[in-house]
């Protein structure tokens, strides 16, 4: 397509270049997704069909745009994609490859283009020839892998587009043929019949009112979906419309016949009788020869007629109408603008609790109708919070499809076999949540292949199929999500962390549960490898899991059987924006702790609480002896107690292990708007944020990892 075209029906480019972006991200993605799961030896045309129409997309939107080097490598990859399609060439590992190492320079270069930084010309013209190779095959003949696969039945589209203005202005047609010439032959048709040739009246003014209506054969090979997506960088797509469509197969033989099987329509007509075949005929537009190349059909007869009403019948299939109800389902929305919409929906949640709090005082008979009324607010707030956090929330199916190429590529590299299973990729987690999961998930895949799956040898050799399964799950459970790791390998070795924990001088004694030996991979610089490689083996990656979990208020699980398989659960909430919490009194001030990390609370007894040489104070709870944190020490405010017998102790967890912390007083549970205090003042150690209560007051809430955690090591 020539971007003149945009300038010259007066279209700003610019505000068209993030749509592309955003859309040419999408069918990378999708590409890479198709080619890691397509089997080579099988694969169906349904599978070559989508990967070709998203290079295609991305071919036809670089050139748009003028991204000439992003428009040379998709048109080499279309082309390449075009010829398996039609098995000229056959599929093999090695163009799966080529195909995935070429997705990769289309996703460098877009991101290149997006930050308007140069291209890298010897790259592309490497992958180029790379693609060229596949195309021309090892002989050199174009036959790709020199089998003699037949060519298969080739289907061809027959297309009348209308283009029209809904507000009368004149139809970009210098942009409009351009786009239809890079799906095929594009003759140019004259305007819908005036308005002296239509009956209905009501009709006639509404195309009066929408102006002129400009009609266009196409004699295309691609799907019409596609077409009217090209088009939609041209006139908004409720202003196109597919009027009719034939769809005719020629086979390896020459031979025309309908898709569906039925009798050839179309004899050897003459190229302005060929028009026929749809409803109505060009009139003064004869001569475009635009059958002129299709072979006759078996046993027609030179300038035989069409059957009467059969060609107009199959002619006939309309495209739906995406103007009406039932087209676009979804809009694109910047996440900025979801952000504020979450920002104003907190303060609407605590403006209802200030008003709650104040109508706690008003006479109920006599202010009857006003607290009626709060009561609606406050149900009506609530639902608007829920559906307003509903449009943040994601599917973590975004992450999962990920790691299908993650564990291909690191599988090769260590020679190892590998089943990726995924489940529960519809399962919503809140989009913060989703981008800063992606670091903890990748670790724990890698960690997974090198570690726990054993090469295919060895697990032949222990009874175990060659090929070992890695499986991704997500759940909800209660109010948190929870993301399992798990795999069939080796499982974890007990007795070796512990030597390694004792070589780096940490106390490891073999009266250690199984939970607590699991728990030493995740310290800093801890790694059991014998050497260090480009996927393991620095003992970064587990200590980065947990403080990425830690900072999402999450929490890590370890269960592993040697020989069996390791499994490694994240609990993570649902959303950061807005918890549940439990408030609680230290003097005058107000903290919040949160909800899913407390375990219960209890009035502090006589003798109940013990000092210990070098290791502060221990509560004994049940036969458990627990590290305690007082609040008033951590934070001192006036007005706290110093009395420990006539405190409260507020018992809490964290990766399985319980602290309890000394408050005064317990003042309710809440869900509450997180505010974060990075961003409005600086980070403090044992905060997490701050929100903000139903009498107007700031209240702290505690990051609760942090302050028990020195006291567990």
């Given at each position: 397509?020539?971007?003149?075209?945009?300038?010259?029906?007066?279209?700003?480019?610019?505000?068209?270049?993030?749509?592309?972006?955003?859309?040419?991200?999408?069918?990378?993605?999708?590409?890479?997704?198709?080619?890691?799961?397509?089997?080579?030896?099988?694969?169906?045309?349904?599978?070559?069909?989508?990967?070709?129409?998203?290079?295609?997309?991305?071919?036809?939107?670089?050139?748009?745009?003028?991204?000439?080097?992003?428009?040379?490598?998709?048109?080499?990859?279309?082309?390449?994609?075009?010829?398996?399609?039609?098995?000229?060439?056959?599929?093999?590992?090695?163009?799966?490859?080529?195909?995935?190492?070429?997705?990769?320079?289309?996703?460098?270069?877009?991101?290149?283009?997006?930050?308007?930084?140069?291209?890298?010309?010897?790259?592309?013209?490497?992958?180029?020839?790379?693609?060229?190779?596949?195309?021309?095959?090892?002989?050199?003949?174009?036959?790709?892998?020199?089998?003699?696969?037949?060519?298969?039945?080739?289907?061809?589209?027959?297309?009348?587009?209308?283009?029209?203005?809904?507000?009368?202005?004149?139809?970009?047609?210098?942009?409009?043929?351009?786009?239809?010439?890079?799906?095929?032959?594009?003759?140019?048709?004259?305007?819908?019949?005036?308005?002296?040739?239509?009956?209905?009246?009501?009709?006639?003014?509404?195309?009066?009112?929408?102006?002129?209506?400009?009609?266009?054969?196409?004699?295309?090979?691609?799907?019409?979906?596609?077409?009217?997506?090209?088009?939609?960088?041209?006139?908004?797509?409720?202003?196109?419309?597919?009027?009719?469509?034939?769809?005719?197969?020629t086979d390896a033989a020459g031979q025309i016949?309908?898709?569906?099987?039925?009798?050839?329509?179309?004899?050897?007509?003459?190229?302005?009788?060929?028009?026929?075949?749809?409803?109505?005929?060009?009139?003064?537009?004869?001569?475009?020869?635009?059958?002129?190349?299709?072979?006759?059909?078996?046993?027609?007869?030179?300038?035989?007629?069409?059957?009467?009403?059969?060609?107009?019948?199959?002619?006939?299939?309309?495209?739906?109408?995406?103007?009406?109800?039932?087209?676009?389902?979804?809009?694109?929305?910047?996440?900025?603008?979801?952000?504020?919409?979450?920002?104003?929906?907190?303060?609407?949640?605590?403006?209802?609790?200030?008003?709650?709090?104040?109508?706690?005082?008003?006479?109920?008979?006599?202010?009857?109708?006003?607290?009626?009324?709060?009561?609606?607010?406050?149900?009506?707030?609530?639902?608007?919070?829920?559906?307003?956090?509903?449009?943040?929330?994601?599917?973590?199916?975004?992450?999962?499809?990920?790691?299908?190429?993650?564990?291909?590529?690191?599988?090769?590299?260590?020679?190892?076999?590998?089943?990726?299973?995924?489940?529960?990729?519809?399962?919503?987690?809140?989009?913060?949540?989703?981008?800063?999961?992606?670091?903890?998930?990748?670790?724990?895949?890698?960690?997974?292949?090198?570690?726990?799956?054993?090469?295919?040898?060895?697990?032949?050799?222990?009874?175990?199929?060659?090929?070992?399964?890695?499986?991704?799950?997500?759940?909800?459970?209660?109010?948190?999500?929870?993301?399992?790791?798990?795999?069939?390998?080796?499982?974890?070795?007990?007795?070796?962390?512990?030597?390694?924990?004792?070589?780096?001088?940490?106390?490891?004694?073999?009266?250690?549960?199984?939970?607590?030996?699991?728990?030493?991979?995740?310290?800093?610089?801890?790694?059991?490898?014998?050497?260090?490689?480009?996927?393991?083996?620095?003992?970064?990656g587990m200590d980065v899991v947990r403080r990425?979990?830690?900072?999402?208020?999450?929490?890590?699980?370890?269960?592993?059987?040697?020989?069996?398989?390791?499994?490694?659960?994240?609990?993570?909430?649902?959303?950061?924006?807005?918890?549940?919490?439990?408030?609680?009194?230290?003097?005058?001030?107000?903290?919040?702790?949160?909800?899913?990390?407390?375990?219960?609370?209890?009035?502090?007894?006589?003798?109940?609480?013990?000092?210990?040489?070098?290791?502060?104070?221990?509560?004994?709870?049940?036969?458990?002896?627990?590290?305690?944190?007082?609040?008033?020490?951590?934070?001192?405010?006036?007005?706290?107690r110093s009395e420990r017998a006539s405190g409260?102790?507020?018992?809490?967890?964290?990766?399985?292990?319980?602290?309890?912390?000394?408050?005064?007083?317990?003042?309710?549970?809440?869900?509450?708007?997180?505010?974060?205090?990075?961003?409005?003042?600086?980070?403090?150690?044992?905060?997490?944020?701050?929100?903000?209560?139903?009498?107007?007051?700031?209240?702290?809430?505690?990051?609760?990892?942090?302050?028990?955690?020195?006291?567990?090591?």
């Open positions: 397509m020539n971007p003149n075209a945009f300038a010259s029906s007066g279209i700003d480019l610019t505000a068209l270049r993030g749509v592309f972006f955003e859309e040419a991200t999408e069918h990378l993605e999708a590409m890479e997704m198709l080619l890691v799961r397509i089997d080579p030896a099988h694969a169906t045309d349904e599978e070559l069909n989508a990967i070709f129409r998203a290079a295609h997309s991305i071919k036809g939107g670089a050139a748009t745009f003028g991204y000439n080097d992003l428009a040379e490598v998709s048109h080499f990859l279309e082309s390449l994609l075009d010829r398996a399609r039609r098995r000229e060439v056959a599929l093999d590992a090695a163009m799966v490859d080529t195909l995935l190492a070429a997705r990769d320079l289309l996703g460098r270069q877009l991101e290149g283009h997006r930050d308007d930084s140069p291209p890298d010309p010897e790259a592309v013209s490497a992958m180029c020839a790379r693609v060229r190779a596949h195309l021309e095959g090892p002989d050199g003949t174009g036959n790709g892998s020199g089998n003699d696969t037949p060519k298969r039945t080739v289907v061809r589209h027959l297309v009348e587009v209308r283009v029209f203005s809904n507000d009368g202005t004149p139809v970009p047609e210098a942009g409009v043929a351009d786009a239809l010439a890079n799906f095929g032959r594009v003759i140019r048709l004259g305007d819908e019949p005036g308005d002296s040739e239509i009956k209905n009246k009501k009709e006639r003014r509404s195309r009066k009112a929408r102006g002129p209506t400009i009609r266009y054969y196409v004699d295309t090979e691609q799907d019409d979906v596609d077409l009217l997506s090209e088009l939609a960088f041209i006139v908004p797509m409720d202003q196109m419309r597919i009027v009719k469509k034939l769809t005719l197969t016949g309908t898709e569906h099987g039925e009798p050839p329509l179309l004899p050897a007509l003459k190229p302005e009788e060929s028009f026929g075949i749809f409803e109505g005929s060009p009139g003064s537009d004869p001569g475009f020869g635009f059958f002129e190349d299709l072979p006759a059909p078996a046993g027609a007869a030179a300038g035989a007629q069409p059957t009467p009403g059969t060609a107009t019948g199959s002619a006939s299939a309309k495209a739906p109408d995406r103007s009406q109800n039932g087209g676009e389902t979804s809009i694109r929305v910047a996440v900025e603008k979801v952000d504020a919409l979450i920002n104003l929906v907190g303060e609407l949640v605590i403006t209802q609790a200030m008003l709650a709090q104040n109508a706690a005082t008003l006479d109920p008979v006599r202010d009857e109708r006003l607290l009626q009324g709060l009561m609606q607010l406050d149900r009506n707030t609530r639902a608007l919070q829920e559906a307003v956090m509903s449009v943040r929330m994601t599917p973590i199916g975004i992450v999962f499809n990920r790691f299908p190429r993650v564990v291909r590529d690191i599988a090769a590299r260590l020679n190892k076999q590998v089943h990726l299973e995924m489940e529960g990729e519809a399962t919503e987690l809140d989009k913060g949540l989703i981008e800063r999961l992606v670091d903890p998930l990748t670790h724990l895949v890698r960690n997974s292949l090198d570690h726990g799956l054993e090469v295919p040898e060895r697990r032949l050799a222990q009874g175990k199929t060659a090929a070992g399964t890695i499986r991704l799950r997500a759940f909800h459970r209660g109010g948190t999500i929870v993301i399992e790791v798990s795999d069939d390998g080796a499982g974890l070795d007990r007795e070796r962390i512990l030597a390694k924990a004792r070589e780096r001088g940490i106390s490891a004694p073999d009266s250690m549960s199984d939970a607590e030996v699991w728990s030493l991979i995740f310290e800093a610089g801890f790694s059991t490898a014998n050497e260090v490689t480009d996927v393991s083996g620095r003992g970064v990425n979990v830690s900072g999402m208020n999450g929490s890590i699980d370890i269960q592993s059987v040697a020989g069996t398989g390791t499994t490694i659960a994240i609990r993570l909430p649902l959303t950061l924006a807005i918890m549940d919490g439990m408030s609680v009194g230290v003097g005058s001030e107000t903290y919040i702790l949160p909800l899913a990390s407390v375990v219960e609370s209890l009035q502090v007894g006589v003798d109940q609480i013990h000092p210990v040489a070098n290791r502060g104070l221990v509560a004994h709870v049940r036969g458990e002896y627990l590290p305690v944190i007082s609040m008033h020490e951590m934070f001192p405010t006036g007005g706290a409260i102790m507020v018992i809490v967890e964290i990766d399985k292990k319980k602290a309890a912390l000394l408050v005064d007083e317990l003042l309710g549970q809440h869900q509450v708007v997180v505010k974060s205090l990075d961003r409005n003042y600086r980070r403090v150690r044992g905060v997490s944020g701050a929100t903000i209560m139903g009498d107007g007051r700031v209240a702290i809430i505690l990051d609760v990892a942090a302050l028990v955690r020195p006291r567990l090591s």
